[in-house]
């Protein structure tokens, strides 16, 4: 018991975790050929069988109810904020399998030559009184009800009155900008609190303009919108879902990372030796100090951040994203590779933390200007 | 028990009286065709609803009912939020106070609970409603710009529950919100902890100062004190519920304008 739990706490560690999710994620939404053999093989497509959803869901109340048996996990996931959460998670789960289950069957029926079950069905034409009204409102009362439910079984929390001279610690937002507080592990408040929810926002904004695939609209499908799938289900699934979830159950005292079953100690100390990449290359790499002149000090990064914006996009166009880049024309595709290097540049200074304990690539603390 | 079939219930005399058909203009019985139609086009609140539909638009499994349920949250935060107003003074000197009483005091004092879970709740089947207007593909053509809405919705929603947060005034709240605001601080150009704040200046005097930057525009003051609380109050209860609606009308009427729910072609 005590070396499952260690293991656990071990593997949740977010460098650890992290690879998990982008290898699942890499084989149950394969974006290159090579993963889609390994798609094929492990036949996960009977993920989204019923029999499948059933193990899943299966899966998921095992493991929470193994959880619940230790008094450390108790304590987080019961705290009454993060109840939400914890309903979230199994929500999320249980909607993408529906949607991939339908899809999937939609495109077994158009590989047979077939329409979607939508389709059919969209030629039926029906009444909205009664047979939407009542619907919504049976939707209505199932809600109500369990809001009213909820709002009987768990007291909201209330702590000690507001005291501006005793912060708690962790202090953390609300569950919903977690995701937002985690990036702060990598990113000055500048990007994470201010440019990151910008772009996440003017990125939601231009999806519709960005996807100019016709196929895929008003049925569930996976075949036919592939590639909008794949970038969608990365930020939603493996950035965004896995950030508010550690940021919520993972973060202890000081924002240090603390596993499922692990006690919140708040003496526990992590060895912070993180550099810039300025200190890397000047004083290890070419053994030199630092040149006085800023600019110059931070040439490398500058160095860097110019070939990834600006010669980038275009190698990709020639490459990867060939096809991508014919269907888009310059401008929408220049939009879609800025907006979409930038979200990668966060999973990208993850791995240089964990890789290389790099803190920042240009580091100008002389203007507040660090990435 | 009614032993002659033919007579009226006493529902049914109700129904055929002067007042009940003043407010169901419809009719006694509805039983035909045409008076489903009627019973939509009578009522206003219906009437955001098309008379008839393609059949797999009705269908719980293809929209999950999460736009109708968010809409639905959305009113019940707006009457528990009415009642919460009634108690609540948004001073440092009562807030704590009131919100203690709110479940000591006041009979059947869930409220608050209700309020509370129905706010994180809304934000959950936003979120899930974005997914599956994505999953269907709804956003392509011609209904591109109620996502952008949409969007818009969903900024709202997370700003309606972040400026909520604050309103308790325990440690819970203030904290939360400090960290939330601090990164308002670091705005580029605006805020003073933020790259490039010392470029806007007139001469020798710099523009951007912690008395005048992004944060102090959020907060009222430096810490979030009293000024905060106000100003979250403010736009938690009148100026956010105020745009959301405005955008939800502009979203409902979009959905029908736009050819109805999405469907295969
Ligand atoms: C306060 C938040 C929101 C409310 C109350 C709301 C309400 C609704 C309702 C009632 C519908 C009808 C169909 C359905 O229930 O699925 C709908 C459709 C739609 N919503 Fe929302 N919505 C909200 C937020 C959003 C967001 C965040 C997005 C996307 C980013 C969005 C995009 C759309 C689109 C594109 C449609 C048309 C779907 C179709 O035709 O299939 N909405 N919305």
């Known amino acids: 018991m005590e070396t499952i739990k260690h293991f656990i706490n071990t593997i949740a560690a977010p460098k650890i975790l992290f690879n998990i999710v982008v290898l699942s994620y890499l084989i149950i939404f394969p974006p290159f050929k090579f993963f889609q053999k390994i798609h094929d093989a492990l036949g996960v497509r009977r993920l989204w069988t019923k029999k499948g959803g059933m193990a899943i869901f299966s899966l998921m109340f095992l493991a929470f109810a193994f959880g619940l048996t230790d008094g450390n996990f108790r304590l987080i996931v019961l705290k009454p904020d993060n109840v939400p959460i914890v309903a979230l998670l199994f929500l999320v789960v249980f909607f993408v399998w529906l949607a991939l289950h339908q899809a999937q069957d939609n495109d077994d029926a158009i590989a047979k030559g077939g329409k979607p079950k939508e389709w059919a069905e969209s030629r039926e034409k029906v009444l909205v009184f009664p047979d939407l009204v009542y619907i919504e409102f049976i939707a209505l009362m199932i809600v109500a009800a369990l809001l009213v439910v909820w709002a009987i079984g768990l007291p909201a929390p209330l702590e000690q009155a507001a005291n501006p001279t005793v912060s708690p610690n962790p202090s953390k937002a609300p569950w919903y900008f977690l995701g937002l507080q985690e990036m702060l592990v990598y990113f000055d408040p500048w990007i994470a609190g201010v440019v990151f929810p910008t772009v996440i926002l003017l990125g939601l904004m231009c999806i519709p303009y960005m996807d100019k695939n016709r196929k895929g609209l008003g049925y569930y499908t996976y075949q036919d919108r592939k590639t909008a799938i794949n970038i969608f289900m990365f930020f939603w699934l493996v950035l965004w879902m896995f950030l508010i979830s550690i940021g919520t159950f993972l973060r202890g005292p000081n924002w240090n990372f603390f596993g499922p079953f692990e006690y919140w100690d708040h003496n526990k100390l992590e060895a912070l030796n993180n550099i810039n990449l300025s200190e890397l290359v000047y004083m290890i790499w070419l053994n030199q100090g630092l040149p006085s002149n800023i600019l110059w000090r931070e040439a490398p990064g500058f160095l860097i951040l110019i070939v990834y914006f600006g010669l980038l996009p275009a190698i990709l166009a020639k490459t990867i994203f060939k096809d991508l880049y014919a269907r888009m024309g310059v401008v929408r595709y220049s939009i879609f590779a800025v907006l979409f290097l930038m979200a990668l540049t966060l999973p990208i200074k993850m791995y240089l933390r964990w890789l290389f304990n790099i803190k920042y690539i240009v580091a100008i603390p002389e203007f507040f200007f660090n990435i | ?265």
């Not at chain 2, 006493?10 to 007042?19: G, P, R």
């Open chain 2, 1 to 265: 028990m009614n032993a002659n079939p033919n007579k009226p219930s006493m529902w049914e005399k109700f129904q055929s009286t002067q007042f009940y058909r003043s407010v169901f203009r419809t009719g006694i019985r509805v039983v035909s065709h045409r008076q489903r139609m009627m019973i939509m086009l009578n009522s206003v609140f219906l009437h955001l609803h098309p008379v008839r539909l393609p059949k797999h638009a009705v269908k719980v499994r293809y929209t999950w009912c999460m736009g109708g349920l968010s809409f639905f949250l959305f009113l019940v935060l707006t009457v528990t939020g009415i009642l919460l107003m009634f108690y609540y003074r948004p001073t440092i000197e009562y807030a704590y106070g009131d919100v203690t009483d709110l479940s000591q005091q006041v009979p059947l004092g869930i409220m608050r609970e209700i309020h509370r879970w129905g706010a994180h709740l809304m934000v959950i089947t936003v979120w899930l409603h974005m997914f599956r207007v994505f999953m269907t593909g709804s956003y392509k053509p011609p209904r591109e710009f109620n996502w952008v809405i949409g969007v818009v919705l969903l900024v709202l929603t997370m700003l309606l529950s972040f400026t909520g947060y604050l309103l308790p005034w325990d440690q819970l709240a203030i904290w939360a919100i400090t960290v939330g605001s601090n990164m308002a601080g670091a705005t580029p150009l605006l805020g003073m902890n933020g790259p490039g704040s010392n470029l806007l200046s007139i001469g020798d005097v710099n523009l951007v100062t912690p008395v005048s930057d992004a944060r102090f525009a959020l907060l009222g003051g430096r810490f979030v004190g009293e000024a905060a609380l106000l100003r979250f109050y403010v736009l938690h209860c009148i100026g956010l519920p105020f745009i959301i609606m405005i955008f939800m009308i502009v979203h409902f009427w979009r959905i029908r304008k736009d050819g109805g729910i999405s469907g295969p072609t």
